[in-house]
């Protein structure tokens, strides 16, 4: 019934009665020609339908039925609702009822109370929306318990270089999402410039978040609450953003939800996979790179983190050295991508670019100092083959597939330390240790490869998020909205004083001397990948 599109909940469960109602009209009484019963018939109307199948009021050869759908009906109901205690309590008095004589009109009371509440915690009034029929038409196949869920979350993205906005409802479900990327001017002018990207945010924001909404066809007024980046990120970013959010909230009266961009990329993950508390993350990506321990919705450890800047901008900076962008086949790839291309066509073994921090004894990640040395190794070439800075080398497939591999065992090795440390502090659970890898350079499959290296000599399970979900997106922090709603952790009824905060304020760091003489398991993938 609620597939229809304009029907509503309380309408729905309206025409549901009549049809029940008319249902029993003509079959028992129309067709089989049972005796109709009115309120005025004194004895029969105090019966239960057991007694009046045995009174015979009612034909036995209904009995079964009787018998059989209210305790099925029961099951569904309390399943439907997932064990909730209200709607649980009410359906065992409405079953009591049905099986214990004498207590017809508790059935009645039961169930108009509990129907009265379902429309309540349905949340739906009077809107027709496609949302209900999703609902309807999942709970026919796996996750049945959608069919009653109500929390909905609109998550709005603005840190850095992408203007995205996404709804999310507690099943995890996209109903809708939208994104604008600022790549492509941002790769003529050769890096972010802070005050165009703010620009571009504030004309696009207000279309994106439209564009999530509408293609969920859920109303600002059906969302339970409003989740937005806050931090970290570039300040003019997260301030396009916060206000545009706040402006909403006010306007709907919707609580808040203030994200940590962060700790919703590294959440993502349960939105597509089922991952338990705790498991550890790596995010490495053109703006981050950091080891946490996830320990709960809002409980990080942060193992580990770089000390300068990120591989994928390392990976950005060499390949605009190389001036990769002038390469056929390169052209349209971001920097990461274009150095992992051309490493295929490349002999590693030609460069000897060594891993840094080989012997830092934490889980800290250095990618500048490798830089510099490419660096000064691309211009020693230039120099042998005679070419000018601005045009590519013979040589660059080599370096690519050199620098790409010193990355990746640079990566792993810190990786393999923090496993490694978080089992021997029993930090992570006994059995089904997770890694998570995300962010724009897990995609590059050497670099995953390395890692599963790991992973596989330390007997964790290697989960990535799918592509479009490492990059950043609205998603994660819809979904980071959920999560926070779901725990009850950080949902502001008041956004007075509320700021954006641009630099990374340290998750909980754990400071350790940790020795390991344990990167053995990477040797083979050093010398002969
Ligand atoms: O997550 P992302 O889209 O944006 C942020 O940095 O937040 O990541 C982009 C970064 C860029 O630096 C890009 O060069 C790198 O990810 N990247 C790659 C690959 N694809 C993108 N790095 C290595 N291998 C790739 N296949
Ligand atoms: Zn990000």
Not at 7 to 19: E, F, G, H, R
Not at 173 to 189: D, F, M, R, Y
Not at 255 to 265: G, L, N, Q, R, T
Request: proline share 5%; net charge positive.
């Amino acid at each position: 019934m609620l597939a229809l599109p304009t029907a509503s909940v309380p309408v729905a469960w309206t025409l549901t009665n009549v049809i029940h109602n008319l249902g029993m009209y003509v079959f028992l009484h129309a067709v089989k020609g049972t005796p109709f019963e009115t309120p005025d018939q004194g004895k029969a109307r105090l019966l239960t339908h057991w007694e009046q199948l045995d009174y015979g009021v009612q034909f036995t050869s209904s009995r079964k039925f009787f018998t059989i759908s209210p305790i099925i009906l029961y099951f569904l109901a309390s399943f439907y609702t997932k064990y909730d205690t209200t709607h649980f309590i009410l359906n065992t008095a409405s079953l009591l009822s049905v099986l214990i004589p004498k207590m017809p009109q508790l059935h009645g009371i039961t169930h108009t109370v509990n129907m009265l509440i379902f429309n309540k915690t349905a949340g739906v009034f009077f809107k027709p929306s496609r949302r209900k029929i999703y609902e309807v038409l999942g709970s026919f196949h796996f996750y049945p318990g959608k069919r009653f869920l109500h929390k909905l979350v609109l998550g709005i993205e603005t840190s850095c270089d992408d203007t995205a906005a996404a709804v999310v409802d507690e099943a995890g479900n996209v109903l809708g999402e939208a994104i604008h990327s600022q790549t492509e001017v941002h790769l003529k002018t050769g890096g972010i410039i802070p005050p165009v990207a703010q620009q571009l945010h504030r004309e696009n924001i207000q279309r994106i978040v439209q564009e999530a909404l509408s293609a969920s066809a859920v109303s600002p007024r059906e969302l339970s609450a409003i989740a937005t980046t806050i931090k970290p990120g570039l300040a003019l970013s997260l301030g396009v953003g916060l206000s545009f959010s706040l402006q909403l909230v006010d306007q709907f009266k919707k609580p808040f939800i203030p994200i940590h961009h962060m700790e919703a990329h590294a959440l993502t993950i349960r939105l597509t996979n089922k991952v338990e508390f705790p498991f550890l993350v790596l995010l490495i990506s053109g703006g981050h790179c950091l080891l946490a321990l996830v320990r709960g919705v809002s409980d990080f450890l942060l193992l580990g983190k770089s000390l300068d800047i990120a591989p994928g901008d390392m990976l950005d900076k060499v390949a605009r050295r190389l001036s990769l962008i002038k390469h056929p086949e390169c052209s349209t790839m971001s920097g990461g991508k274009a150095i992992e291309h051309l490493a295929k066509q490349g002999n590693r073994l030609h460069f000897d670019f060594q891993p840094p921090m080989q012997r830092a004894k934490n889980c800290d990640f250095s990618f500048s100092g490798l830089q510099h040395v490419i660096d000064k190794m691309i211009m020693q070439k230039e120099k042998e083959e005679g070419i000018e800075q601005g045009h590519i080398l013979s040589s660059a497939a080599d370096i690519a597939a050199a620098v790409q591999h010193t990355v990746a065992c640079h990566i792993a090795k810190r990786t393999h330390r923090a496993i490694l440390f978080c089992k021997q502090r029993g930090l992570l659970g006994q059995s089904n240790t997770v890694l998570v890898v995300s962010g724009g350079v897990a995609s590059n499959l050497h670099i995953r490869k390395a890692l599963e290296i790991v992973t596989n000599a330390t007997q964790c399970t290697l989960l990535c998020p799918p592509p479009r979900l490492c990059t950043d997106n609205g998603v994660m922090i819809a979904w980071n909205g959920i999560e926070r709603l779901r725990a009850g952790l950080g949902i502001l009824h008041n956004t007075e004083g509320i700021r954006y905060e641009p630099k990374l304020k340290e998750l909980n760091v754990l400071s350790f001397e940790y020795k390991d003489d344990a990167t053995n398991c990477l040797m083979s993938f050093e010398r002969f990948c």
